[in-house]
């Protein structure tokens, strides 16, 4: 499952999209993003899975462009540490 | 020299003259229905202000969202450029700058000599910009004026949920409903703004020392919790409103001289 | 007070009109399972009670200013005149704004899981993707045959595209909310959208308009095709594969949905159930599959 946390709003979109598909529950993400991001948890949108999976906190869902300020200067950017770190691969950001 | 700078803001015209570098004088006018009538008229009393007659003014430089609709001038600039020029001109050792308008939040680094070097902008949301904190007042039934006396009041500092304007103008009647202090609301939309600003000044990199300009830099409310936020004192003018119409009224003399 | 009133009324749409509904016909005393699902949202309630996975009865009520109390309402609504009593429900899943303050449910489940199981059931295994318009969100989930998640989009942050955003700008133009679908298809052909998105800056936009003397259903076309256009951006992150459809309080409104319709080439599927209930019915075959896998559970280890 595509899992797309964050919003559109006038400014433009912000998501991250995790792939529960791949996302094998490590906790990379968690150590590496200094903004406290994530958290792993069986998959709220799969209540019947046995999985656990990486999943945006809830008090970020709303903020996430300014939570996500920090990795994203205006100028060069460097990889962020959250898909830097995901080894599978499953995170993705739309901005 | 005597030269104009005409700042087309979202909700409000500035006007400002120099002369050497020097302010004559400054008018502002709500942006009307008809845009040009509005800037003619801020400019006439502007200049009459000064006492100086339309024709000694060597160039005149439009900046703001509605520059472009600004005919007569004879250049553009944009909001960034004069932000940091003016910036630069009023606190020298200033670096970084913070404008929040009313439709849109920027934050710009700044050369020594007052040129743009990277900037950020909260943009077509109402929620990152000065419309908040003014929508906000209007459900709290204050004036403008008061908020930010009364959120320096507030004793204890509450979270707001809600970031859309249109939500959180529902979270606080609900909070007023609670029983909960008008300071404290006040000053938990202050707070909830910082955050927003404070987030996107960091993108650009923030150097010593920042500025804050804009209509928003005269509410003390916003100023201390945005200084927070930031863990260092701000720089605010005298008029912050004016920074964008003296950048370009700056800008134009620049010009003058190099035509 | 009449403006008190008034403003109910006006809310109305919104808040939906309460509701029950029960098959007599069905003897719940001879079901193996009875499974409950509970949707606290943030306007409304449902509660739909579940007889071996056959819908049995359901309600659908405004939400009071406590979860708790609301669901026990919904549920007791929906159980009067069937004479069974509580006791006899063997699961018990909440779903909803609400869902975390129901002590009395087994299991809390997101919305987005149930609004997808519950329009499988509600539209059939071909429907893959639904979007749901309510008072303060938009859900856009893409779902397989068996109604499970492959793919969704929650937008709770911003107002524009979402009931509240309708509000606003009806109370602006002093349109029923009701009217607000009709007089939008009223005009001879469309406005150009408004260019502001945000709700705020979109009603100073239509406050102009209206300075220019464009009528208010021409502002109020020129607002929907912006809504329904920004509904179908969002739709495009998830992708809209066939079947179609729309649930949530806007998919009333004839001004979004033909809108909608039109800008994907898609119609959107006609329930045969009222959709409203979509969240709770999820809930409720969540119920029956978590009582279901309790029981086999129980056989494995008992015994
Ligand atoms: S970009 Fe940075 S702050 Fe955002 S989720 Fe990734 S690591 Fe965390
Ligand atoms: S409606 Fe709210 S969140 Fe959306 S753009 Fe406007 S202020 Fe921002």
């Given at each position: 499952?595509?899992?797309?946390?964050?919003y559109?709003d006038?400014?433009?979109?912000?998501?991250?999209?995790?792939?529960?598909?791949?996302?094998?529950?490590?906790?990379?993400?968690?150590?590496?993003?200094?903004?406290?991001?994530?958290?792993?948890?069986?998959?709220?949108?799969?209540?019947?899975?046995?999985?656990?999976?990486?999943?945006?906190?809830e008090d970020?869902r709303k903020k996430?462009?300014y939570?996500?300020?920090?990795?994203?200067?205006?100028?060069?950017?460097?990889?962020?540490?959250?898909?830097?770190?995901?080894?599978?691969?499953?995170?993705?950001?739309?901005? | 020299?005597?030269?104009?700078?005409?700042?087309?803001?979202?909700?409000?015209?500035?006007?400002?003259?120099?002369?050497?570098?020097?302010?004559?004088?400054?008018?502002?006018?709500?942006?009307?229905?008809?845009?040009?009538?509005?800037?003619?008229?801020?400019?006439?009393?502007?200049?009459?202000?000064?006492?100086?007659?339309?024709?000694?003014?060597?160039?005149?430089?439009?900046?703001?969202?509605?520059?472009?609709?600004?005919?007569?001038?004879?250049?553009?600039?944009?909001?960034?450029?004069?932000?940091?020029?003016?910036?630069?001109?009023?606190?020298?050792?200033?670096?970084?700058?913070?404008?929040?308008?009313?439709?849109?939040?920027?934050?710009?680094?700044?050369?020594?000599?007052?040129?743009?070097?990277?900037?950020?902008?909260?943009?077509?949301c109402a929620a990152g910009?000065?419309t908040f904190v003014?929508t906000m007042?209007?459900t709290?039934?204050?004036?403008?004026?008061?908020?930010?006396?009364?959120?320096?009041?507030?004793?204890?500092?509450i979270p707001m949920n809600a970031q859309c304007a249109v939500f959180a103008e529902s979270e606080v009647v609900s909070l007023i409903?609670?029983?909960t202090?008008?300071?404290?609301i006040?000053?938990a939309v202050h707070e909830a703004m910082?955050d927003r600003?404070?987030?996107?000044?960091?993108?650009?990199?923030?150097?010593?020392?920042?500025?804050?300009?804009?209509?928003?830099?005269?509410?003390?409310?916003?100023?201390?919790?945005?200084?927070?936020?930031?863990?260092?004192?701000?720089?605010?003018?005298?008029?912050?409103?004016?920074?964008?119409?003296?950048?370009?009224?700056?800008?134009?003399?620049?010009?003058?001289?190099?035509? | 007070?009449?403006?008190?009133?008034?403003?109910?009324?006006?809310?109305?749409?919104?808040?939906?009109?309460?509701?029950?509904?029960?098959?007599?016909?069905?003897?719940?005393?001879?079901?193996?399972?009875?499974?409950?699902?509970?949707?606290?949202?943030s306007?409304?309630?449902?509660?739909?009670?579940?007889?071996?996975?056959?819908?049995?009865?359901?309600?659908?009520?405004?939400?009071?200013?406590?979860?708790?109390?609301?669901?026990?309402?919904?549920?007791?609504?929906?159980?009067?005149?069937?004479?069974?009593?509580?006791?006899?429900?063997?699961?018990?899943?909440?779903?909803?704004y609400?869902?975390?303050?129901?002590?009395?449910?087994?299991?809390?489940?997101?919305?987005?899981?149930?609004?997808?199981?519950?329009?499988?059931?509600?539209?059939?295994?071909?429907?893959?993707?639904?979007?749901?318009?309510?008072g303060q969100d938009?859900?856009?989930?893409?779902?397989?045959?068996?109604?499970?998640?492959?793919?969704?989009?929650?937008n709770d942050k911003c107002a524009a595209?979402t009931?509240r955003g309708?509000?606003v700008?009806?109370?602006?133009?002093?349109?029923?909310?009701?009217?607000?679908?009709?007089?939008?298809?009223?005009?001879?052909?469309?406005?150009?959208?408004?260019?502001?998105?945000c709700v705020v800056?979109?009603?100073?936009?239509?406050?102009?308009?209206?300075?220019?003397?464009?009528?208010?259903?021409?502002?109020?076309?020129?607002?929907?095709?912006?809504?329904?256009?920004?509904?179908?951006?969002?739709?495009?992150?998830?992708?809209?594969?066939?079947?179609?459809?729309?649930?949530?309080?806007?998919?009333?409104?004839?001004?979004?949905?033909?809108?909608?319709?039109?800008?994907?080439?898609?119609?959107?599927?006609?329930?045969?159930?009222?959709?409203?209930?979509?969240?709770?019915?999820?809930?409720?075959?969540?119920?029956?599959?978590?009582?279901?896998?309790?029981?086999?559970?129980?056989?494995?280890?008992?015994?």
């Amino acid at each position: 499952m595509l899992a797309n946390y964050g919003y559109k709003d006038g400014s433009g979109e912000y998501f991250i999209a995790i792939d529960t598909d791949k996302c094998n529950g490590c906790g990379a993400c968690v150590k590496a993003c200094p903004a406290d991001v994530f958290e792993i948890t069986a998959d709220p949108f799969d209540p019947l899975a046995e999985k656990q999976v990486a999943v945006i906190k809830e008090d970020h869902r709303k903020k996430i462009k300014y939570s996500c300020a920090l990795c994203k200067p205006t100028g060069e950017r460097p990889p962020l540490p959250c898909t830097a770190a995901c080894e599978p691969q499953a995170i993705a950001h739309s901005w | 020299m005597i030269t104009a700078g005409i700042d087309g803001g979202a909700r409000a015209i500035k006007v400002l003259i120099l002369r050497d570098g020097k302010q004559l004088a400054r008018s502002s006018a709500l942006t009307g229905f008809d845009q040009q009538a509005t800037v003619t008229q801020a400019l006439e009393s502007a200049l009459q202000q000064a006492g100086v007659a339309r024709e000694e003014l060597q160039h005149i430089t439009a900046t703001g969202i509605g520059r472009k609709a600004i005919s007569f001038a004879d250049s553009e600039v944009t909001e960034m450029s004069a932000d940091a020029k003016a910036t630069v001109s009023l606190f020298p050792q200033a670096r970084t700058v913070i404008d929040v308008g009313a439709e849109e939040g920027r934050a710009i680094r700044c050369e020594p000599d007052g040129r743009v070097k990277d900037f950020a902008v909260n943009e077509k949301c109402a929620a990152g910009a000065g419309t908040f904190v003014e929508t906000m007042a209007r459900t709290l039934e204050i004036k403008l004026e008061e908020a930010g006396a009364l959120s320096l009041k507030a004793e204890k500092v509450i979270p707001m949920n809600a970031q859309c304007a249109v939500f959180a103008e529902s979270e606080v009647v609900s909070l007023i409903h609670s029983g909960t202090a008008k300071e404290e609301i006040i000053r938990a939309v202050h707070e909830a703004m910082a955050d927003r600003i404070s987030a996107m000044a960091r993108r650009v990199g923030i150097e010593r020392e920042v500025a804050l300009v804009g209509g928003v830099g005269r509410d003390a409310g916003f100023i201390k919790a945005l200084a927070g936020k930031l863990g260092m004192e701000l720089f605010v003018p005298m008029e912050p409103e004016f920074a964008g119409a003296l950048g370009a009224a700056l800008i134009a003399a620049e010009r003058a001289r190099a035509s | 007070m009449t403006e008190a009133v008034a403003t109910a009324q006006k809310r109305e749409y919104w808040r939906w009109r309460e509701y029950d509904w029960r098959d007599e016909s069905l003897d719940w005393k001879r079901a193996g399972g009875i499974s409950v699902g509970i949707d606290v949202g943030s306007v409304s309630s449902q509660a739909v009670v579940m007889c071996d996975g056959k819908l049995f009865a359901y309600s659908s009520l405004r939400t009071g200013s406590n979860s708790k109390t609301s669901a026990q309402r919904a549920l007791e609504v929906a159980l009067q005149e069937t004479g069974m009593p509580r006791e006899k429900v063997n699961y018990l899943v909440a779903t909803g704004y609400g869902r975390v303050n129901i002590p009395f449910a087994q299991k809390a489940i997101t919305e987005i899981a149930c609004h997808a199981r519950g329009a499988n059931f509600i539209y059939g295994p071909t429907v893959k993707t639904v979007l749901d318009m309510g008072g303060q969100d938009c859900k856009a989930i893409r779902c397989d045959g068996r109604g499970k998640v492959t793919n969704f989009l929650m937008n709770d942050k911003c107002a524009a595209g979402t009931g509240r955003g309708m509000e606003v700008m009806a109370e602006l133009l002093q349109i029923p909310i009701e009217d607000v679908g009709p007089a939008s298809l009223s005009l001879p052909e469309e406005p150009p959208p408004v260019s502001s998105t945000c709700v705020v800056f979109a009603k100073s936009e239509a406050l102009g308009l209206l300075r220019q003397n464009w009528s208010k259903e021409k502002v109020l076309g020129s607002f929907c095709l912006a809504m329904a256009h920004r509904t179908v951006e969002l739709l495009s992150r998830v992708g809209v594969e066939k079947d179609f459809a729309i649930t949530g309080g806007i998919s009333k409104n004839i001004g979004i949905v033909k809108r909608i319709e039109t800008k994907l080439g898609v119609e959107a599927l006609k329930p045969s159930i009222d959709p409203q209930i979509a969240g709770a019915l999820g809930a409720a075959l969540f119920a029956k599959a978590l009582y279901e896998k309790e029981l086999s559970g129980n056989a494995k280890t008992g015994s």
